[in-house]
């Protein structure tokens, strides 16, 4: 039988290659956590592409409540620091955290997150928060960079062929200027 692994994860095209990555090792759950998703309109279409894609693969998937004003509090006092700068270590950490604790708590040993993925994010940031939040829950972190190997490139393959929407922000408030200006 093979173990269970919570995988956090942030929109479906990032999804794709990572749950195919994993699904012939784990007994895979997709947790859908993102309060830092800005608007909510963003929001509501990376989850439906999330229930979608896990829908059509047969996995199952669980989504925590949205609260952004929660996220905003969280990063307080960070709204003006870069891309890939300290706001970004705490919402990994923030929403590792929260999957971690969620696995702990639902007999899952294992969680990962498919944030490596995302362009506007710094691998190593995602990884060391994952790797901070395990030793906190007691949850063992799969901490691989899915980026390498073309990664990224596969999963946009994927993404395409497939129609799924792909954003060009990370996702919260504090990165779509950044991207649109």
């Given at each position: 039988?093979?173990?269970?692994?919570?995988?956090?994860t942030?929109?479906?095209?990032c999804?794709?290659?990572?749950?195919?990555?994993?699904?012939?090792?784990?007994?895979l759950?997709?947790?859908?956590?993102?309060p830092?998703?800005?608007?909510?309109?963003?929001?509501?279409?990376?989850?439906?592409?999330?229930?979608?894609?896990?829908?059509?693969?047969?996995?199952?998937?669980?989504?925590e409540q949205?609260?952004?004003k929660?996220?905003?509090?969280?990063?307080?006092?960070?709204?003006?620091?870069?891309?890939?700068?300290?706001?970004?270590?705490?919402?990994?950490?923030?929403?590792?955290?929260?999957?971690?604790?969620?696995?702990?708590?639902?007999?899952?040993?294992?969680?990962?997150?498919?944030?490596?993925?995302?362009?506007?994010?710094?691998?190593?940031?995602?990884?060391?928060?994952?790797?901070?939040?395990?030793?906190t829950?007691?949850v063992?972190?799969?901490?691989?960079?899915?980026k390498k190997?073309?990664?990224?490139?596969?999963?946009?393959?994927?993404?395409?062929?497939?129609?799924?929407?792909?954003?060009?922000?990370?996702?919260?408030?504090?990165?779509?200027?950044?991207?649109?200006?």
């Open positions: 039988m093979r173990e269970k692994l919570l995988l956090h942030c929109c479906a095209p999804s794709i290659y990572v749950i195919n990555q994993l699904l012939d090792r784990f007994d759950t997709v947790y859908f956590f993102n830092n998703i800005f608007p909510e309109d963003e929001y509501l279409q990376r989850l439906a592409e999330v229930k979608e894609f896990c829908r059509r693969k047969g996995i199952e998937y669980i989504e949205y609260q952004p929660d996220w905003l509090g969280f990063v307080r006092g960070y709204e003006q620091e870069p891309e890939k700068g300290f706001r970004c270590d705490l919402c990994f950490l923030l929403r590792l955290g929260k999957t971690a604790e969620f696995a702990q708590a639902n007999g899952y040993p294992w969680f990962s997150t498919t944030l490596t993925m995302g362009r506007q994010k710094n691998s190593l940031q995602v990884l060391n928060a994952g790797r901070k939040v395990e030793g829950y007691g063992k972190f799969w901490d691989q960079d899915f190997k073309y990664g990224t490139q596969i999963a946009d393959w994927l993404a395409g062929r497939l129609g799924l929407y792909r954003q060009d922000y990370c996702g919260c408030v504090f990165s779509k200027p950044e991207v649109r200006s």
